[in-house]
Every structure is written in structure tokens, then in C-alpha cells.
């Protein structure tokens, strides 16, 4: 059982428990996936089955793309609406070019302090279980990266946005940061992921789908599988003769007369993914995942 499905992960549900559900309806032995949402938020959690769990590594640091809505006049906490108040403000007349200005402050390589309720782990803790138990957390500033963000609507003690940023970005962060920007207390009150990359524009299944093609549909249950070859499609890529394709399959390196890279997508004479190949100063190919099913 091998493959990607894009779930529409519901809210209540986190990503790990939305996982084992998703594995153990597809029966497979191994599953993982790139990157967490809060129990909040709902859209795409990409989930590798089988040999897929080998490319989600270079799944984690992808673009993703959100949308947010963000609640002003109070923050919590977690630093969305399932923590406790700890302030309350007033919340000032905003027009929504206000808005785009402050957001725009964000758009571009930032520091941004996550929030202490998170899966970021300390001393092998994860601070969320550090903060619940009443410890003292703080947490340094981290670089990220915004791509946009698109101010969607902007109404009484509300602003919806859309955001694309790369990995590690807390959406709970930037709008604490942003109400502040504002002049106003806030927190997060929904959160949707729309796409990550390489998946933007693609379909999703809820839990409640794949449900019941288990049940009533087994071979459209299977076909609702992406192949692991589109979770590289971003890829640079390579295509071997035969006889290369075995050394590759067997861990060895060869001569490849590319220039070099970190990773690139390697695929067999019919095109069927190998694995996930690097080629180094002396321009040598060397295996780095050999996968066994495309």
C-alpha cells in the first residue's frame, strides 16, 4: 500500500489521529505526515502511505498556502480561540488599507516568535505539554518566510486573510503580531489549509469519503491515491538506462555528468520512479532513497 492522499482534515482531529485513521483504513503498515495542523484547523494534510513515507521529509519544508480568520479584542493563551483570555482591548476603527499596510510588515523573511503553546519540543518536551502543566515558557524568535498575504475582508472585530509562507510559520503568530501591528489585542479564530506544495489545485478527501469506498468501493478507495512520484514533482529530474538504473537500485554511485544538487527526482528507462538521487562536486550520483513502488 503505497501512495499520497491529500485528506481534508475536519476540525477536533489532530494531524497524528486524522494519520492512524487514514492508515488503518488503508491497511498500511507504515504512514506519516508533512506537517501538522492544529486540532482548529481543517484542509490538506498530505498522508504517506508505504514507501511515500520516504519523500515526506522533502515534503515538510514546502510552500503552503491558508486561510485565516483573525478575531480582534482579545488574546488567549494558545493564541487562537481555544485558550484562556489573558487580555482584552478595545478594538479601533479599521479600514481595510490599514489593514494591508500592517500585513504587509510581515511579508517577506520575518522573526516570529512562536507560541508556547506548540509542538516545538524543548529537552525533547513539546512546549505545549511544558505550558499545561503551568512551566515557564519562552520562546525565541525564529526566521520565516511569507510569501503574501491577501487581505480578504476586514469587518466589526474581524479580518479574513489569506497567507502563503514557507515551513514553520505559526498563522496563531502572525495574528497576535498583527492585531499588535494594529494597535489591538487579537487571536486566531479559524483556520483552513488550502494547498501545499506540490498540490495546489488538487482534490482532497474528507475522512468520511474514504470511509466509504472502504467499505462499498475498494478499487476507488485505492485510485484515490496519488502515486509517490507526485509528492517530488517539484523536483529536478534524471532518467537511466537499464543497467544504471540497477547500480542506483543497488546503492551504488556512477558517473552522471550533471551539475550538482542536493536532490533530484531519479527515474528508470520507462520513467517509473527509482528514488531520490544527489549528485556532488565530482559529479557522481548517489543514492539517497531508493524507492520501491512509483
Request: proline share 6%; glycine share 12%.
Amino acid at each position: 500500500m503505497h501512495g499520497i492522499l491529500l485528506l481534508d482534515k475536519p476540525e477536533g482531529l489532530s494531524s497524528n489521529q486524522a494519520l492512524q485513521r487514514v492508515r488503518r483504513i488503508f491497511g498500511a503498515a507504515k504512514a506519516g505526515h508533512t506537517g501538522s495542523l492544529d486540532p482548529l484547523a481543517t484542509g490538506m494534510l498530505p498522508c504517506c502511505l508505504g514507501e511515500a513515507t520516504k519523500v515526506a521529509g522533502y515534503l515538510l519544508g514546502a510552500r503552503k498556502s491558508y486561510r485565516a480568520r483573525v478575531r480582534l479584542g482579545a488574546t488567549t493563551t494558545t493564541g487562537d480561540r481555544e485558550g484562556e483570555v489573558l487580555e482584552r482591548s478595545d478594538v479601533p476603527p479599521l479600514r481595510r488599507e490599514a489593514v494591508e499596510v500592517a500585513a504587509m510588515r510581515f511579508v517577506g523573511r520575518i522573526q516570529q516568535r512562536p507560541p508556547a503553546y506548540s509542538a516545538l519540543k524543548r529537552g525533547g518536551v513539546p512546549l505545549y505539554r511544558l505550558a499545561r502543566r503551568g512551566d515557564m515558557v519562552e520562546v525565541d524568535p525564529r526566521p520565516v518566510e511569507i510569501h503574501a498575504i491577501t487581505v480578504l475582508a476586514v469587518e466589526a472585530g474581524r479580518i479574513d486573510l489569506d497567507v502563503v509562507c514557507g515551513a514553520g510559520t505559526y498563522i496563531r503568530s502572525l495574528a497576535v503580531d498583527l492585531g499588535a501591528a494594529l494597535g489591538c489585542a487579537a487571536h486566531l479564530e479559524a483556520l483552513r489549509r488550502t494547498w501545499v506544495d506540490p498540490f495546489e489545485g488538487r482534490p482532497m478527501q474528507t475522512l468520511a469519503e474514504i470511509e466509504r469506498l472502504a467499505e462499498c468501493d475498494r478499487a476507488a478507495l485505492l485510485a484515490a491515491l496519488l502515486p509517490v512520484a507526485e509528492g517530488l514533482a517539484g523536483l529536478p529530474s534524471v532518467r537511466l538506462a537499464s543497467a544504471a538504473a540497477e547500480r542506483f537500485c543497488c546503492g551504488q554511485t556512477m558517473p552522471i555528468g550533471l551539475a550538482e544538487v542536493d536532490a533530484l527526482r531519479v527515474e528508470g528507462p520507462e520513467g517509473g520512479l527509482l528514488g531520490i538521487g544527489s549528485v556532488g562536486g565530482d559529479g557522481r550520483l548517489r543514492p539517497r532513497r531508493v524507492i520501491h513502488a512509483s
